[in-house]
């Protein structure tokens, strides 16, 4: 038998996104007894449940660090082909780090390139410079 206060304690850490099983272990109860408790309409489906368990997972360090450059480098003004360029990885790659939110519209995409033209040598000093050195 489960007290209400115990009762109301595993629906609000289940709402929290925690897992039927983590609930359990967390107050020692079985899950049967979690999964009791639990309204039937509450219940996450099997997809859902997928989800939450992706999301509750803990990212490995190297992902991190990988995640940090990607943001830093993208940040910086580099394109997405560039960054995936200077870490070695793939596009698909770069944008699965970002969230919708940082990543950049395509009128500011658009300034930048148009900034970095500008930024780019006269060609002559292009020509003269490569040149020299191929002497």
């Given amino acids: 038998m489960v007290t209400a206060e115990v009762a109301g304690l595993i629906r609000r850490r289940y709402r929290e996104g925690i897992s039927i099983r983590a609930v359990a272990m967390e107050l020692g109860i079985s899950k049967t ?3 009791r408790q639990l ?6 489906s099997a997809v859902d449940a997928a989800r939450q368990r992706h999301k509750n997972r803990p ?3 190297d ?5 940090l450059q990607v943001v830093q480098l993208y940040r910086s003004g580099m394109s997405a082909a560039e960054v995936a360029s200077a ?8 944008w699965s780090r970002f969230p919708r939110q940082l990543r950049r519209s395509r009128s500011d995409t658009a300034a930048l390139a148009g900034r970095r033209v500008a930024d780019r040598l006269p060609e002559r000093e292009i020509i003269q410079r490569y040149a020299a050195v191929s002497r």
């Fill in 33 to 35: 007894t979690v999964q």
């Fill in 63 to 67: 992902a991190r660090k990988l995640r």
């Fill in 59 to 61: 990212e490995s360090l």
């Fill in 87 to 94: 870490l070695g990885i793939t596009t698909s790659k770069v």
């Fill in 39 to 44: 309204p039937p309409g509450e219940r996450r």
